[in-house]
T-cell receptor
Framework: QKEVEQDPGPLSVPEGAIVSLNCTYSNSAFQYFMWYRQYSRKGPELLMY????GNKEDGRFTAQVDKSSKYISLFIRDSQPSDSATYLC??????????????FGTGTKLQVIP | DADVTQTPRNRITKTGKRIMLECSQT?????MYWYRQDPGLGLRLIYY???????NKGEISDGYSVSRQAQAKFSLSLESAIPNQTALYFC????????????????FGPGTRLTVL
């Protein structure tokens, strides 16, 4: 079983829709949860970052973490064609000192249709 | 100008050839990483470096070697390329701020698409 599971999609939605992207994980030690966005032919870039459980909002984007269910979500409101990209979840544990291994999901490809 | 650059952007080579992928950064970060990305497998860490004298193996280092020539430069070599090393390779950097919350953000280059025939 992979440490992080993510539906690869593709997910196609009409412009203006609310999008829900999700990941599940098995390592209960994960404390830091991230969402990266990767446009075609580009490297991933950090979109959202949360620590432990709860919600975090940034404009049209909301990241949600449910540690009891080992489930994280990214919601995109009023989706735009420019949101079309692959979204990767990522997680890490925070050991004292040393390298923090970041475990990435495989990514969900999103297409927002005008 | 891009903060993290990779050369070449695309490369086709043959089995058994030695290949070097190069990464340069202008972000002033100490930490640098090499990942490969494969469909269905996501990003997997090959090597990482905390500074010029500190290089560590990642989860899939077999068949690869690295060189940290300077704070800004980190090269990945495939000593004898094989077809299952065909993948998209990314270099990334992160800041060692001493705060564990900041270290998690990694800044990626645009990637090198490598095909081994």
């Amino acid at each position: 079983q992979k440490e992080v599971e993510q539906d690869p999609g593709p997910l196609s939605v009409p412009e203006g829709a609310i999008v829900s992207l999700n990941c599940t994980y098995s390592n209960s030690a994960f404390q830091y949860f991230m969402w990266y966005r990767q446009y075609s032919r580009k490297g991933p870039e950090l979109l959202m970052y949360t620590y432990s459980s709860g919600n975090k909002e940034d404009g049209r984007f909301t990241a949600q973490v449910d540690k009891s269910s080992k489930y994280i979500s990214l919601f995109i409101r009023d989706s735009q064609p420019s949101d079309s990209a692959t979204y990767l979840c990522a997680m890490s544990v925070s050991p004292r000192g040393g390298y923090q291994k970041v475990t990435f999901g495989t990514g969900t490809k999103l297409q927002v249709i005008p | 100008d891009a903060d993290v650059t990779q050369t070449p952007r695309n490369r086709i080579t043959k089995t058994g050839k030695r290949i070097m992928l190069e990464c340069s950064q202008t972000k002033g970060h100490d930490r640098m990483y090499w990942y490969r990305q494969d469909p269905g497998l996501g990003l997997r860490l090959i090597y990482y470096s905390f500074d010029v004298k500190d290089i560590n193996k990642g989860e899939i280092s077999d068949g690869y070697s690295v060189s940290r020539q300077a704070q800004a430069k980190f090269s990945l070599s495939l000593e004898s390329a094989i077809p299952n090393q065909t993948a998209l390779y990314f270099c990334a950097t992160s800041e060692d701020s001493g705060s564990h919350q900041v270290d998690n953000e990694q800044f990626f280059g645009p990637g090198t698409r490598l095909t081994v025939l």
